[in-house]
């Protein structure tokens, strides 16, 4: 099976902004964040994966002890995808940003 969709749904109420854990999105290279979104509630991101859909949150929590960043991960599989996007099978790759 191939996970082809990423949904996120933030259930973060209060979030305030100097606690960082904005999803980043990066481009194929990994040379530039491309996109940030603020885990606030109720916001959710839906996404493509392929071997170059790079994302994460790189930077740690600033957020005090008592709170926590919550969010709902759905994944959308396929039997297959097209060949251009195959790769050898891996688990997630970790990178440094």
């Known amino acids: ?33 491309v996109k ?20 994460g949150f790189p930077q740690p929590l600033k957020c005090p002890e008592y709170k926590k960043r919550f969010s709902l991960a759905t994944y959308y599989y396929t039997p297959d995808r097209p060949e251009e996007e195959k790769s050898p099978a891996h688990s997630s790759l970790f990178f440094k940003t």
Do not use: Q, S
């Not at 969709?5 to 964040?33: A, F, H, P, S």
């Not at 940030?36 to 994302?55: C, G, M």
């Open 1 to 33: 099976m191939h996970r082809r969709v990423n949904i996120l749904l933030y259930l973060n109420r209060e979030w305030e902004d100097t606690w960082g854990g904005e999803l980043e999105l990066w481009n194929k290279d990994r040379t530039k964040c």
């Open 36 to 55: 940030r979104v603020k885990p606030v509630f109720n916001r959710a991101v839906i996404f493509n994966i392929t071997d170059t859909a790079y994302h």
